[in-house]
């Protein structure tokens, strides 16, 4: 079965500051698509960022970044320069062949100003 | 373009009642999917649906549970005689259509139905 593993039930982080959330899974499949989305107190799911297996580089959207090694199954997300808006729920989240999305629990994130 | 629709936002209902949750994905998606998130948990696969077809309805519950995404119209996730813990957060998506591999990517998200039962 695929799972999505996210170890860090909260974290927080001094605002300009440098944050990374952590993230494992596990799949018997060579290729996949893995998402990070963000979920504020408004709780409307956002898509913060998306890798393809199949590619080696790592992606980046702006002050979001994530480390993707596919050996280890690891898929952490980074937020640099940390804002009061980044506050929220994240969720790790991997698709599998049939298109359903399978999410970790979810890492609370906490912004101090 | 307009994101994922979903309505009724809010929905109060009194055990045995029933429930219609309301989904219009967004201009051009041909694939919608239902998930639904418990209090304080993570979001779970219930169904997912193209026009006038269920593809994979494994995280439906057997009973009370069903869905439907007619040729024209919404998608529409109805539970019959709801129970208190039925209450929960019910999220739609959409996706574009299959382009590679058979397999679609990113999936955009409603808002949400919240969903409380009385």
């Known amino acids: 079965a695929q799972t999505v593993t996210q170890s860090q039930p909260e974290m927080s982080v001094q605002e300009a500051e440098t944050v990374t959330l952590s993230c494992t899974y596990d799949?018997?499949?060579?290729?996949?698509?893995l998402f990070w989305y963000k979920q504020p107190p408004s709780r409307q799911m956002i898509l913060v960022i998306r890798q393809e297996a199949y590619k080696q580089q790592n992606a980046t959207e702006n002050r979001f970044s994530v480390n993707f090694q596919k050996a280890a199954k690891s898929f952490s997300l980074k937020i640099s320069d940390s804002q009061l808006g980044d506050a929220a729920m994240y969720f790790c989240?991997?698709?599998?062949?049939?298109?359903?999305?399978?999410f970790g629990a979810g890492t609370i994130l906490r912004v101090k100003s | 373009n307009a994101g994922v629709m979903q309505n009724p936002r809010h929905l109060v209902r009194r055990r045995g009642q029933e429930a219609r949750l309301r989904c219009s994905p967004m201009k051009g998606h041909s694939h919608v999917y239902w998930y639904r998130q418990l209090p304080e948990e993570g979001l779970k696969f219930m169904v997912y649906?193209?026009?006038?077809?269920?593809?994979?309805e494994s995280g439906m519950p057997k009973e009370r549970f069903s869905a439907e995404f007619p040729k024209e119209g919404p998608s529409i996730l109805r539970i019959q005689q709801v129970v208190r813990g039925d209450s929960a957060a019910y999220f739609c998506?959409?996706?574009?259509?299959?382009?590679?591999?058979?397999?679609?990517?990113?999936?955009?998200f409603g808002p949400g139905t919240r969903l409380t039962v009385l």
């Open positions: 799949t018997s499949e060579s290729d996949y698509y």
């Open positions: 649906l193209q026009k006038e077809n269920i593809i994979d």
């Open positions: 998506a959409s996706s574009p259509p299959i382009i590679r591999t058979g397999r679609t990517d990113t999936q955009y």
């Open positions: 989240a991997l698709v599998l062949y049939g298109n359903k999305l399978v």
